[in-house]
């Protein structure tokens, strides 16, 4: 079955694994709204992002305040593209398979 996950470091520095199991058609059209066109102010768009992830999680702890101070700055990017990818469908580890196939080096 499908679902949305993401990892969220705590105020005590462990990883806690939130998972949602159903998320409506209404939410990936929502996503699709989240654009430089219409936040053309980077912060603002980052903001809408972490917002809008939040809302898709029935569990009271997943706030926009949990995802910015639980994401490392660094893997913020990754992370919002990791959760656009599951609402889409997208399997990360067949990503990963692909690349890997890509980088092997052909005999």
């Known amino acids: 079955m499908a679902k949305i996950a993401i990892k969220l470091r705590d105020k005590n520095g462990k990883i806690k694994t939130y998972e949602q199991m159903w998320v409506p058609t209404r939410k990936l059209l929502e996503a699709m709204e989240i654009t430089s066109d219409n936040y053309p102010n980077i912060i603002?768009?980052?903001h809408k992002?972490?917002?809008f992830i939040a809302s898709l999680f029935d569990?009271?702890?997943?706030?926009?305040?949990?995802?910015m101070d639980g994401v490392a700055a660094w893997k913020f990017n990754e992370f919002v593209d990791g959760v656009l990818d599951q609402l889409m469908g997208i399997d990360p580890n067949s990503q990963k398979e692909e690349e890997s196939q890509e980088t092997k080096p052909k005999v």
């Open 59 to 67: 569990q009271e702890e997943v706030t926009a305040d949990a995802i």
């Open 44 to 46: 603002d768009m980052n």
């Open 49 to 51: 992002q972490v917002d």
